[in-house]
């Protein structure tokens, strides 16, 4: 339903820029804008799409400036990530390229409110007496609160964004394979996996991340390796011909309960050593 708009987009700068511009301005549509920016960097590269990036810039800036990063944020990230993957035509490095630029966000504060998690924590206190009895405890204890409540906020919303970034830039991608190259994305989603090295180098970001007081970066290591194994169920429902009814069945599990995020995160650890996808081929 979507394909006639990208095609509309993609007639003239002029089209997306303002289109962009004009989904960053309503709340909410800020995906839209930053899969806008993301489809024309995919196909024309970054400088002929600087002033589609800018038109969903400026806007999400104003929201910046009202206390909302959410939409900047992602608008930046997912051009990031696009660049990356025009160039190197590798979903994996892509995803640890958006990674690591979201870490840095977290690491900024700049999902942060205004006046920190303070104020936030405040207003907890006096909304909930078990709240404010727990944290009690936990300043007892000689926990931070304050630096604690940063952290989760800070590390919840880099991570919503982190994945927010990464649908945006596959809605972009799958506008240009309709455009272009019609079943690409597909074919390219089905096969994304990381390399052994690609895995080794989460990981070691992942220690580091714990050992040097880098919890956000432990946080969202392993995004790319969930990814992956997401692409790992696409493929083998995809090689299998089973029912699209499996996905949709797979994605409420997913959302709805941890294990079955461990379960991904594991069969995608193992896909990168055995290659699980092939080895079905074969059999079959």
């Not at 604690?148 to 972009?172: E, N, R, S, Y």
């Not at 714990?210 to 997401?230: D, H, K, N, R, S």
């Not at 379960?263 to 996808?277: E, S, Y």
Request: hydrophobic residues 60%.
């Amino acid at each position: 339903m979507m394909l006639p708009i990208a095609r509309w987009l993609m007639r003239g700068t002029p089209y997306a820029a303002g289109a962009a511009a004009l989904a960053a301005v309503v709340p909410w549509l800020f995906w839209l804008s930053a899969a806008i920016a993301a489809l024309v960097t995919l196909r024309r590269g970054l400088a002929p799409a600087t002033p589609v990036i800018l038109g969903a810039a400026v806007p999400s800036g104003w929201w910046w400036m009202q206390g909302d990063a959410i939409p900047l944020a992602s608008v930046l990230l997912v051009t990031l990530m696009a660049v990356v993957l025009r160039s190197r035509m590798r979903w994996s490095e892509a995803l640890i390229a958006g990674a690591l630029a979201a870490t840095g966000m977290v690491q900024l504060g700049i999902f942060l409110p205004p006046g920190g998690a303070g104020p936030l924590l405040e207003q907890a206190r006096q909304g909930s007496p078990e709240i404010d009895r727990m944290l009690q405890d936990l300043a007892g204890q000689g926990v931070a609160t304050e630096q604690l409540a940063a952290l989760l906020i800070g590390g919840v919303t880099g991570l919503i964004v982190l994945l927010a970034a990464v649908v945006c830039l596959a809605l972009a991608r799958n506008w240009q394979a309709g455009l272009y190259n019609p079943g690409g994305f597909r074919e390219e989603f089905h096969a994304l996996r990381l390399s052994p090295r690609e895995l080794v180098l989460l990981v070691v970001l992942g220690v580091v991340g714990m050992v040097l007081g880098f919890p956000a970066l432990a946080m969202l290591a392993w995004v790319p390796l969930l990814v992956a194994g997401i692409a790992l169920i696409h493929g083998v429902i995809g090689l299998k011909g089973m029912n699209g009814l499996w996905l949709v069945a797979f994605y409420v599990l997913l959302v709805t309960t941890w294990p079955m995020i461990l379960i991904v995160l594991l069969l995608a650890f193992i896909d990168t050593l055995a290659n699980i996808r092939a080895r079905i081929a074969r059999s079959d």
